[in-house]
């Protein structure tokens, strides 16, 4: 018996990585998967090819599983729409979305080109929109549904070089968000992990020094897809039914729960705040509780467990 008995899952970015890892998993859990995968480059904008995904399901199927394939891309909601369709129709429902499908266009923000910081948006957070507009219907009318889908610390605490996946990610946790609230008098969850994985977009990483390519090692080996899958699939099950809404991070065997923005220090003016006020009492009694602007490393400076 598994934890996804009798469910079917929709994994996107299925192909490689996290999303490979996860519908793997999913079928081994006893999940029919449709895998889904664009089967392009990491930085997206070719043509893509089904290989990726088909490879994945035959995968699943010769080891006694359930699965089919799809290759079209989730920046395209008629596409996506289509998917969900496919699942009900040829696996007879569709019971949660896993969505790690994704694609990177490093660089500085002062450099960053606006078609850079188009296709990020466009795949990470139009992207997930698509994924949960298309179905979140279904799952309202069958009072049941769950969504998985994957933030990242460049976006909770940030990286250098990574303007537009950070404010794609971070939109991704406001999406969950409203979409846990909503859902919840019809059963209908969301939550969102943010992965510390060796994947083919880590691996475009550039590696610059020493104290870099020590921390990119240190990510290959012990920080793997196949840790990450476990989470996701757990979520996806009716054994988390109580959990929603929620922001987890994955590195290696932990798994973290992160806290949500809420108020830290408040200070009111009675006859009311003016600039000079502002800065000379306001800000100065609040800078003890500023968060500083570390990247996600200064967060998590040692080695994984």
């Keep these: 018996m598994g934890v996804l008995d009798g469910k079917v899952v929709l994994v996107t970015g299925g192909g490689n ?76 429902g569709l019971h949660a979305v896993v969505n790690p499908a994704g694609i990177l266009r490093d660089g500085m923000f002062h450099k960053m080109a606006i078609e850079d910081w188009k296709a990020v948006i466009d795949v990470h957070l139009h992207g997930a929109f698509n994924v ?30 990574q303007a537009n996946y950070a404010a794609a990610k971070l939109g991704v946790m406001g999406l969950s968000r409203i979409i846990a609230m909503e859902g919840a008098m019809k059963n209908v969850r969301s939550n969102i992990i943010a992965p510390f994985a060796w994947t083919r977009m880590i691996a475009t990483i550039p590696i610059k020094d020493e104290a870099s390519a020590q921390r990119v090692e240190r990510m290959k080996n012990a920080m793997r897809a196949d840790q990450v899958a476990q989470l996701a699939v757990a979520l996806c099950s009716d054994g988390s039914k109580d959990t929603s809404g929620q922001i987890f991070a994955v590195r290696g065997n932990e798994v973290f729960l992160f806290n949500q923005p809420r108020p830290v220090r408040a200070l009111g003016m009675l006859e009311g705040w003016t600039p000079t006020s502002l800065i000379e009492q306001c800000l100065p009694a609040m800078k003890a509780n500023y968060t500083d602007v570390g990247a996600t490393a200064s967060v998590f400076p040692y080695d994984p467990v």
């Design 132 to 161: 949960t507009r298309a179905s979140i219907e279904h799952f309202r009318e069958q009072q049941s549904g769950s969504y998985v889908l994957f933030t990242s610390t460049s976006g909770l605490i940030g990286n250098i070089g």
């Design 17 to 92: 990585g996290i999303g490979r890892e996860t519908a793997l998993l999913a079928a081994r859990e006893g999940a029919a998967v449709l895998v889904n995968d664009l089967g392009g480059g990491v930085a997206g904008g070719d043509e893509g090819s089904a290989g990726p995904a088909e490879t994945v399901a035959k995968e699943i199927r010769a080891a006694g599983g359930k699965a089919i394939h799809n290759s079209d891309s989730v920046t395209d909601y008629d596409a996506v729409a289509a998917m969900i369709e496919q699942a009900k129709k040829e696996l007879g």
